[in-house]
Structures are given as structure tokens and as C-alpha cells.
């Protein structure tokens, strides 16, 4: 299986830029998802990585490093709005499942 | 618009009840996917079917069970629901394919309380 740790929570102010990290390990990498919780809400779908480097998506960005295990997601211009959880899941093709496991999330607050 | 439908938002039931939670998508995905979620342990897969009539246990089957009819649902049975299954149960498809860069697609989600 794998190992994903993200940080429990950040904090940032509406306006500014916030990088959340997320590390894993995986025997099998086979792409790595970032999701958007709110809260009571389902998650929805922000980006995917299966190759190294940057991938941007208006004020959402996503970068990954298969060689350290790593990825963040970079979200600018911070509105109230993006005031949610934030999930990494990373898909692992060893034993041929291609199952998606998600990391515990972060918590982000974005203050006035 | 695409969706993932749960039959219920907000369930009560005893413990010892048998609890049904339906999940319905009209994207005519292969996959199908259960998960529970609960504070500090993220989400966690409970069953998952690649196809009709077809089921794999996940991390914590322990206590649950599935059923596949038609591929557009997928439904979660609790045998004999107990206090610990108290949690965010959160329905998810995709289209088939380990490569596939489709993300799921997840429903509103059933907040089941045993009591």
C-alpha cells in the first residue's frame, strides 16, 4: 500500500498564496489526485498528475516529483470560498487494482 | 449534468438493523466504490466492483456488504448495523482503465447514526 502524509490543517489570508504538500510512498506510482472537500460536502475533482512538473488550472496549480515522492497543490489569488479540505489520493498499479488511496487531508481556513 | 446519487442524506437506525444505502450514477461508469469517512481517518474503502455482479473487498470490509444488479448501482448493506459504523458513507464512480486520468466522481454522501 501507501504511505501518504499531508499536513492536518493550514491557515492563510484571503488574497494570498498557499501551498499544501503531500508525500508518499508507492511501490507502483500511477498518478497522484488532488480533491476539494467542503465541508458536508462531497469531494470534487481538482487535478491529476502522473508525469513530473506543473500542471495549472486557473488560480489552482499542481506540481509533482515521482523521483522524491512528492507533490503540492498551489492555490493564488485565495478567496473565502477555498476554505475547505483538501485530499491527495495516489493510485498504486501493484497487485493490478489501480485503486486511488486517500491521505487523511488538510484543512485549510482562509481569514479576512 | 453528471451525477452520483445516495438515496439519503441523513439516516438513523438501531443497532442491530439491516441498513441499505443506495448510490446511483447516470455516466455510465464501470467502477463503482464505497467509502466511509470519519474525522481524523480520511477516507477509507470499504467495496468496490469493476463490473455487474461483480464485488471486491477494500481496507474495511469488516461488517458490510454489497450488490450490483445493474451497472448504474451500487448498494452498501449492514447486516446488523452496530455504534462503530456511525460515520460519512460516500459513494464514487470512474470510467474503467488503470490509466485514466478521470478522478471519481463521488455523491452527496449518507451521514449514518447508529444509536
Known amino acids: 500500500g501507501q504511505n501518504i502524509d499531508q499536513p492536518t490543517e493550514m491557515t492563510a489570508t484571503e488574497g494570498a498564496i498557499v501551498q499544501i504538500n503531500c508525500t508518499y510512498q508507492?511501490?507502483?506510482?500511477?498518478?497522484l489526485f488532488w480533491y476539494q472537500q467542503h465541508a458536508g460536502e462531497a469531494p470534487t475533482f481538482l487535478s491529476y498528475n502522473v508525469l513530473d512538473g506543473l500542471e495549472e488550472k486557473g488560480r489552482f496549480s499542481s506540481f509533482l516529483s515521482r523521483s522524491k515522492g512528492y507533490s503540492y497543490l498551489l492555490l493564488k489569488e485565495l478567496q473565502m470560498k477555498d476554505s475547505a479540505s483538501y485530499l491527495c489520493?495516489?493510485?498504486?498499479?501493484?497487485?493490478?487494482?489501480?485503486?486511488?488511496?486517500f491521505g487523511r487531508g488538510t484543512s485549510l481556513i482562509v481569514h479576512p | 449534468d453528471v451525477k452520483v446519487t445516495q438515496s439519503s442524506r441523513y439516516l438513523v437506525k438501531r443497532t442491530g438493523e439491516k441498513v441499505f444505502l443506495e448510490c446511483v450514477q447516470d455516466?455510465?461508469?464501470?467502477?463503482m466504490f464505497w467509502y466511509r469517512q470519519d474525522p481524523g481517518l480520511g477516507l477509507r474503502l470499504i467495496y468496490f466492483?469493476?463490473?455487474?455482479?461483480?464485488?471486491e473487498k477494500g481496507d474495511i470490509p469488516e461488517g458490510y456488504s454489497v450488490s450490483r444488479e445493474k451497472k448504474e448501482r451500487f448498494s452498501l448493506i449492514l447486516e446488523s448495523a452496530s455504534t462503530n459504523q456511525t460515520s460519512m458513507y460516500l459513494c464514487?464512480?470512474?470510467?474503467?482503465?488503470?490509466?485514466?486520468?478521470?478522478?471519481?466522481?463521488f455523491g452527496s454522501g449518507t451521514r449514518l447514526t447508529v444509536v
Open positions: 464514487a464512480s470512474s470510467y474503467t482503465g488503470g490509466n485514466s486520468n478521470y478522478g471519481y466522481t
Open positions: 508507492t511501490s507502483g506510482f500511477n498518478g
Open positions: 455516466m455510465d461508469h464501470e467502477n
Open positions: 489520493a495516489v493510485r498504486d498499479r501493484s497487485g493490478g487494482s489501480y485503486i486511488p488511496t
Open positions: 466492483s469493476y463490473d455487474v455482479k461483480m464485488k
